[in-house]
């Protein structure tokens, strides 16, 4: 494996209950002025907004909001609420949704910091110093942004969606209560099932060496993700389903069954492209894109396909080669979407090839992507051309 250095300084709350044991305690720790940033309202419907109203204000917390960040957070509206933090001097973010809430939370947090533009750290002008600190209470399970730096943010003028992380932008506490997670739609869930998976995909298509107790527990991840996720979408109340899937959501991005490993992303970079453009769902766009990235690539190491397969969906390789029990791991994939109900195809959401050529230079406007195979702008078009 390669040398690391591993460190994630967010305290960790999780199960019923931990809301109304914990909360008041972990904000008071940075200040009496707390920015709650949500999204659409939703959590208004079901009484959660209500529920962390109360109990901040009871301990003589003063509450400001900031509401309608959008699935795909823009830098227009990380602006707006950078600026109201500054004018109101906020001591604390307070992120309650899922993985786009927390995205924009970190971008916020850093940006008040900042004198220049926030998107300074995501053209890699500049590297954050200091951000403010942030909390959050998560209500989907999918990007694990509740539990690491890493945060995406649209430029929907320039129509670019890029990523950062920090040291400085690590939640210093979450929340994981599953029973936030029961109103979520179905579509939602299924997006956030196909990230987690994907995140774990990510990391486990490697070709760094004597990695055997991570691809062991990225193995285990999957299929934990693989096993409940028909519990979850036959019953959305199902609590210990709801706080199993969400647990491999947190684990699935936080470092820790990726110690040492050199992942690949060349799908998340190629996703970021299509719903920059189209502004399509997170986890749409990779249920397309990543088995079609696997039968492009699988020839730079049918060995982790195979082990994919034989491993984390028991296909039987007696009187087949690598090659075959790679393809079939490859097609479980699909058919472990295809279950969800997830696209599969850019015409499900209307994408034609217009931009196709425009995604592919953009993707590697700072050199080829991928680690598992080193991806050039033509490849990156064929893979989408594919998709289609």
């Known amino acids: 494996m390669n040398p690391f250095a591993f460190w994630n300084p967010t305290a960790l709350y999780y199960g019923a209950g931990q809301i109304e044991q914990h909360l008041l305690t972990e904000v008071k720790k940075y200040g009496s002025k707390v920015l709650l940033v949500y999204g659409g309202g939703s959590i208004k419907t079901f009484g959660l907004y209500d529920k962390i109203v109360d109990l901040l204000k009871s301990g003589g917390v003063t509450v400001l909001e900031f509401s ?141 060496t004597n990695t055997f107790l991570q691809e062991r527990m990225m193995e285990s991840v999957m299929q934990t993700i693989i096993e409940n996720a028909p519990k979850v979408l036959d019953n959305p109340h199902d609590f210990a389903a709801r706080e199993t899937m969400m647990y491999c959501g947190t684990m699935a991005l936080n470092g820790m069954i990726s110690m040492g490993v050199q992942g690949d992303w060349a799908t998340h970079a190629m ?47 007696t009187g087949k080669t690598t090659k075959q029990v790679a393809q079939e791991g490859i097609q479980a994939v699909r058919h472990f979407f295809d279950s969800m109900d997830a696209p599969s195809t850019l015409g499900d959401y209307d994408i034609g090839d217009k931009d196709l050529d425009r995604m592919a230079e953009h993707a590697v406007r700072v050199g080829p992507v991928g680690n598992y195979k080193k991806l050039a702008k033509e490849d990156v078009a064929a893979i989408l051309r594919a998709a289609l």
């Open 271 to 317: 996703e970021h492209e299509v719903s920059a453009i189209y502004d399509i769902p997170h986890g749409g766009g990779l249920a397309i894109i990543f088995p079609h990235w696997m039968n492009y690539v699988v020839d730079a190491g049918e060995e982790r396909f195979y082990q994919m397969a034989t491993r984390v969906f028991h296909i039987d390789p």
């Open 68 to 208: 309608g960040i959008e699935p795909n957070p823009r830098l227009s509206t990380v602006h707006k609420a950078i600026e109201l933090c500054k004018k109101e001097g906020v001591d604390l973010l307070l992120a309650v949704g899922g993985g786009s809430v927390l995205d924009a939370t970190k971008a916020i947090a850093a940006g008040v910091k900042y004198d220049g533009d926030v998107w300074d750290f995501y053209t890699r002008k500049e590297r954050p110093q200091d951000a403010l600190p942030f909390g959050t209470i998560l209500t989907l399970a999918a990007t694990g942004s509740e539990m690491n730096s890493g945060g995406v943010i649209s430029n929907w003028e320039t129509q670019e969606k890029i990523g950062s992380s920090s040291p400085h932008t690590f939640p210093k506490f979450s929340f994981c209560d599953a029973e936030n997670t029961f109103t979520v739609s179905k579509k939602q869930t299924v997006y956030g099932i196909v990230d987690m998976f994907s995140h774990v995909l990510e990391a486990y298509f490697s070709h760094t």
